[in-house]
Protein backbone atom coordinates (compact mmCIF):
# COMPACT_ATOMS: atom_id res chain seq x y z
CA UNK A 1 0.00 0.00 0.00
CA UNK A 2 1.23 3.45 -1.23
CA UNK A 3 0.79 6.70 0.62
CA UNK A 4 1.27 10.21 -0.67
CA UNK A 5 1.47 13.36 1.58
CA UNK A 6 0.00 16.64 -0.28
CA UNK A 7 2.72 18.41 1.55
CA UNK A 8 1.90 22.83 2.31
CA UNK A 9 3.86 24.88 4.15
CA UNK A 10 4.77 24.89 8.02
CA UNK A 11 5.89 22.12 10.23
CA UNK A 12 2.94 20.32 10.12
CA UNK A 13 4.05 18.24 7.07
CA UNK A 14 7.11 16.95 8.70
CA UNK A 15 4.98 15.38 11.69
CA UNK A 16 3.12 13.49 8.94
CA UNK A 17 5.87 12.07 7.63
CA UNK A 18 7.95 10.93 10.98
CA UNK A 19 4.60 10.01 11.76
CA UNK A 20 5.08 7.64 8.74
CA UNK A 21 8.31 6.33 8.81
CA UNK A 22 9.22 8.84 6.29
CA UNK A 23 7.81 6.48 3.37
CA UNK A 24 5.78 8.20 1.62
CA UNK A 25 5.42 10.07 -2.05
CA UNK A 26 5.49 13.48 -0.72
CA UNK A 27 3.82 16.36 -3.62
CA UNK A 28 3.60 19.83 -3.62
CA UNK A 29 1.23 22.28 -5.12
CA UNK A 30 3.57 24.21 -7.67
CA UNK A 31 4.59 27.42 -6.25
CA UNK A 32 4.24 26.12 -2.77
CA UNK A 33 7.14 24.47 -1.41
CA UNK A 34 6.93 22.21 1.40
CA UNK A 35 10.61 22.54 2.32
CA UNK A 36 10.92 18.61 3.10
CA UNK A 37 13.60 17.20 1.18
CA UNK A 38 13.88 14.73 -1.68
CA UNK A 39 12.43 15.37 -4.90
CA UNK A 40 8.72 16.07 -4.37
CA UNK A 41 5.93 15.20 -7.41
CA UNK A 42 4.77 18.73 -8.07
CA UNK A 43 1.45 19.24 -9.67
CA UNK A 44 -1.13 22.14 -10.59
CA UNK A 45 -4.80 21.99 -9.59
CA UNK A 46 -4.99 22.46 -13.57
CA UNK A 47 -4.12 19.18 -14.42
CA UNK A 48 -5.72 17.43 -11.33
CA UNK A 49 -6.86 15.02 -13.07
CA UNK A 50 -3.64 14.12 -14.66
CA UNK A 51 -2.46 14.00 -10.60
CA UNK A 52 -4.84 11.80 -9.93
CA UNK A 53 -3.84 9.45 -12.52
CA UNK A 54 -0.28 9.67 -11.48
CA UNK A 55 -1.04 8.91 -7.92
CA UNK A 56 -3.24 5.77 -9.26
CA UNK A 57 -0.48 4.71 -11.41
CA UNK A 58 1.82 4.39 -8.64
CA UNK A 59 -0.42 2.79 -6.63
CA UNK A 60 -1.77 5.22 -3.92
CA UNK A 61 -4.54 4.52 -1.96
CA UNK A 62 -4.28 6.75 0.84
CA UNK A 63 -3.34 10.42 1.11
CA UNK A 64 -3.06 13.18 3.92
CA UNK A 65 -2.95 16.47 3.21
CA UNK A 66 -1.12 18.64 5.60
CA UNK A 67 0.31 22.61 5.93
CA UNK A 68 -1.14 25.38 4.86
CA UNK A 69 -2.13 25.31 1.22
CA UNK A 70 -3.71 28.45 -0.43
CA UNK A 71 -5.57 28.69 -2.94
CA UNK A 72 -3.95 29.25 -5.87
CA UNK A 73 -5.44 31.43 -9.19
CA UNK A 74 -6.63 29.19 -11.72
CA UNK A 75 -5.05 29.35 -15.79
CA UNK A 76 -7.87 28.21 -18.05
CA UNK A 77 -5.34 27.85 -20.48
CA UNK A 78 -3.38 25.22 -18.62
CA UNK A 79 -6.73 22.76 -18.14
CA UNK A 80 -5.29 19.68 -19.40
CA UNK A 81 -7.92 17.15 -21.27
CA UNK A 82 -7.89 14.55 -17.69
CA UNK A 83 -8.97 17.69 -15.79
CA UNK A 84 -11.72 19.42 -18.38
CA UNK A 85 -14.43 16.86 -17.01
CA UNK A 86 -13.72 18.14 -13.32
CA UNK A 87 -13.93 21.84 -13.86
CA UNK A 88 -17.67 22.23 -14.06
CA UNK A 89 -17.60 21.48 -10.38
CA UNK A 90 -14.44 22.42 -9.74
CA UNK A 91 -15.40 26.48 -10.56
CA UNK A 92 -18.85 25.75 -8.88
CA UNK A 93 -16.99 24.88 -5.75
CA UNK A 94 -14.69 28.14 -6.07
CA UNK A 95 -17.76 30.16 -6.03
CA UNK A 96 -19.02 29.09 -2.64
CA UNK A 97 -16.46 29.36 -0.90
CA UNK A 98 -13.05 27.52 1.21
CA UNK A 99 -14.98 24.75 2.78
CA UNK A 100 -16.88 23.81 -0.34
CA UNK A 101 -14.09 23.79 -2.38
CA UNK A 102 -12.07 21.28 -0.46
CA UNK A 103 -14.53 19.09 0.00
CA UNK A 104 -15.20 19.14 -3.66
CA UNK A 105 -11.56 18.33 -4.16
CA UNK A 106 -11.40 15.54 -1.82
CA UNK A 107 -14.26 13.89 -3.63
CA UNK A 108 -11.88 13.70 -6.63
CA UNK A 109 -9.41 11.74 -4.70
CA UNK A 110 -12.05 9.97 -3.25
CA UNK A 111 -13.88 8.63 -6.64
CA UNK A 112 -10.40 7.98 -7.89
CA UNK A 113 -10.46 5.19 -4.81
CA UNK A 114 -7.74 7.38 -2.95
CA UNK A 115 -8.54 7.42 0.65
CA UNK A 116 -8.01 10.94 2.79
CA UNK A 117 -6.75 10.40 6.26
CA UNK A 118 -6.24 13.18 8.84
CA UNK A 119 -2.87 14.42 9.89
CA UNK A 120 -4.65 13.88 13.63
CA UNK A 121 -5.21 10.32 12.83
CA UNK A 122 -1.92 10.07 12.19
CA UNK A 123 0.16 11.28 14.51
CA UNK A 124 -1.96 11.14 17.42
CA UNK A 125 -0.09 13.50 19.48
CA UNK A 126 -1.29 16.61 17.84
CA UNK A 127 -4.20 17.43 19.74
CA UNK A 128 -3.81 18.09 23.91
CA UNK A 129 -6.42 17.71 26.56
CA UNK A 130 -8.54 20.26 27.55
CA UNK A 131 -6.97 22.10 30.33
CA UNK A 132 -4.49 25.24 31.10
CA UNK A 133 -1.48 23.74 30.16
CA UNK A 134 0.66 27.34 30.37
CA UNK A 135 1.84 28.87 34.05
CA UNK A 136 -0.65 32.23 33.51
CA UNK A 137 -4.35 31.34 33.60
CA UNK A 138 -7.45 33.06 31.89
CA UNK A 139 -9.03 35.48 34.66
CA UNK A 140 -12.85 36.27 34.80
CA UNK A 141 -12.67 38.95 31.67
CA UNK A 142 -9.99 36.16 29.67
CA UNK A 143 -13.18 33.46 30.89
CA UNK A 144 -15.97 36.05 29.51
CA UNK A 145 -13.79 37.00 26.40
CA UNK A 146 -13.61 33.37 25.30
CA UNK A 147 -17.18 32.82 25.58
CA UNK A 148 -18.00 35.63 23.40
CA UNK A 149 -15.50 34.63 21.39
CA UNK A 150 -17.09 31.62 20.72
CA UNK A 151 -20.33 32.83 19.69
CA UNK A 152 -18.72 35.38 17.09
CA UNK A 153 -16.88 31.81 15.80
CA UNK A 154 -19.51 30.11 15.32
CA UNK A 155 -21.23 33.13 13.45
CA UNK A 156 -18.10 33.66 10.82
CA UNK A 157 -18.02 30.03 10.68
CA UNK A 158 -21.43 29.19 9.40
CA UNK A 159 -20.91 31.94 7.17
CA UNK A 160 -17.34 30.02 5.92
CA UNK A 161 -15.19 33.11 6.68
CA UNK A 162 -12.62 31.62 8.97
CA UNK A 163 -11.46 29.76 12.06
CA UNK A 164 -10.60 32.54 14.36
CA UNK A 165 -10.87 36.08 16.24
CA UNK A 166 -9.00 38.46 18.29
CA UNK A 167 -11.65 39.28 21.46
CA UNK A 168 -11.21 41.83 23.95
CA UNK A 169 -13.67 42.87 26.70
CA UNK A 170 -16.17 41.19 24.95
CA UNK A 171 -15.92 43.41 21.90
CA UNK A 172 -14.49 41.72 18.38
CA UNK A 173 -11.05 43.44 17.67
CA UNK A 174 -10.55 41.54 14.54
CA UNK A 175 -11.75 38.17 12.63
CA UNK A 176 -9.80 35.84 10.96
CA UNK A 177 -10.48 36.29 6.55
CA UNK A 178 -8.33 35.13 3.59
CA UNK A 179 -5.03 36.28 5.16
CA UNK A 180 -5.25 33.66 7.95
CA UNK A 181 -3.89 33.54 11.77
CA UNK A 182 -1.01 35.38 10.60
CA UNK A 183 -2.29 38.39 8.53
CA UNK A 184 -4.94 39.25 11.32
CA UNK A 185 -2.46 39.07 14.30
CA UNK A 186 -0.01 41.06 12.37
CA UNK A 187 -2.37 43.75 11.26
CA UNK A 188 -2.80 44.47 14.79
CA UNK A 189 0.49 44.51 15.76
CA UNK A 190 1.03 46.82 13.25
CA UNK A 191 -0.40 49.65 14.72
CA UNK A 192 -3.64 48.95 13.42
CA UNK A 193 -5.48 47.57 16.81
CA UNK A 194 -8.42 49.47 17.28
CA UNK A 195 -8.38 51.78 20.55
CA UNK A 196 -10.09 50.37 23.56
CA UNK A 197 -9.28 48.15 26.22
CA UNK A 198 -5.73 46.16 26.36
CA UNK A 199 -5.48 42.44 26.28
CA UNK A 200 -8.01 40.05 24.65
CA UNK A 201 -7.75 36.30 23.59
CA UNK A 202 -7.19 34.81 20.13
CA UNK A 203 -9.36 32.22 19.66
CA UNK A 204 -9.38 29.09 17.57
CA UNK A 205 -11.63 26.49 16.34
CA UNK A 206 -12.68 24.27 13.53
CA UNK A 207 -15.83 25.71 11.22
CA UNK A 208 -18.82 24.23 12.24
CA UNK A 209 -19.33 21.09 10.19
CA UNK A 210 -15.82 21.48 9.47
CA UNK A 211 -14.28 17.94 7.16
CA UNK A 212 -11.73 17.38 9.87
CA UNK A 213 -9.50 15.77 7.52
CA UNK A 214 -8.02 18.48 5.85
CA UNK A 215 -7.18 22.53 6.39
CA UNK A 216 -7.68 21.85 10.26
CA UNK A 217 -7.04 24.89 12.54
CA UNK A 218 -3.49 24.74 13.94
CA UNK A 219 -1.35 26.85 16.20
CA UNK A 220 2.50 26.86 17.41
CA UNK A 221 4.99 28.82 19.08
CA UNK A 222 4.72 31.53 15.84
CA UNK A 223 1.04 31.85 17.25
CA UNK A 224 2.31 32.94 20.56
CA UNK A 225 5.15 35.62 19.32
CA UNK A 226 2.23 37.02 17.37
CA UNK A 227 -0.65 37.11 19.91
CA UNK A 228 2.21 38.61 22.13
CA UNK A 229 3.60 40.97 19.62
CA UNK A 230 -0.64 41.89 19.20
CA UNK A 231 -0.71 42.66 23.07
CA UNK A 232 -2.96 39.63 23.65
CA UNK A 233 -3.26 38.47 27.39
CA UNK A 234 -4.03 34.68 25.71
CA UNK A 235 -4.73 31.94 23.20
CA UNK A 236 -8.10 29.64 23.40
CA UNK A 237 -8.34 26.85 21.59
CA UNK A 238 -11.28 24.09 21.36
CA UNK A 239 -10.51 20.85 22.54
CA UNK A 240 -9.91 18.15 20.04
CA UNK A 241 -10.10 21.01 16.92
CA UNK A 242 -6.92 22.12 16.90
CA UNK A 243 -3.70 21.42 16.06
CA UNK A 244 -0.84 22.58 18.65
CA UNK A 245 2.67 21.83 16.52
CA UNK A 246 5.41 21.26 18.76
CA UNK A 247 3.50 21.64 22.56
CA UNK A 248 6.24 21.81 24.51
CA UNK A 249 8.26 24.72 22.23
CA UNK A 250 4.44 26.21 22.35
CA UNK A 251 3.95 25.92 26.26
CA UNK A 252 7.51 27.07 26.74
CA UNK A 253 6.74 30.21 24.68
CA UNK A 254 3.67 30.98 26.00
CA UNK A 255 5.40 31.06 29.77
CA UNK A 256 8.21 33.03 28.17
CA UNK A 257 5.47 36.06 27.03
CA UNK A 258 3.83 35.39 30.09
CA UNK A 259 0.51 34.51 28.02
CA UNK A 260 -1.73 31.76 28.88
CA UNK A 261 -2.41 29.01 26.49
CA UNK A 262 -5.98 26.96 27.70
CA UNK A 263 -7.62 24.30 25.49
CA UNK A 264 -10.96 25.06 26.40
CA UNK A 265 -13.37 22.34 26.26
CA UNK A 266 -16.95 24.09 24.32
Known sequence: MARALIAGQGALPARVLAAWGGTALICELEGAPSGLSGDPLRFRIEQLGSFLGTLKGAGVSEVCFAGRLSRPPLDPAAVDAATMPLVPRMLQALGQGDDAALRTVLSFFEEAGIAIRAAQEIAGDLMPPAGVPSTAQPGERD?????????????????????GCVVAAGQALAVETLGGTDWMLATLAGGNRPAGPAGGVLYKAPKPGQDMRIDVPAIGPDTVAAAAAAGLSGIVIAAGGVIVLDPGATVAAADAAGLFLWVRTP
Open 143 to 163: EKDATRAAEIHAALGAADIGQ
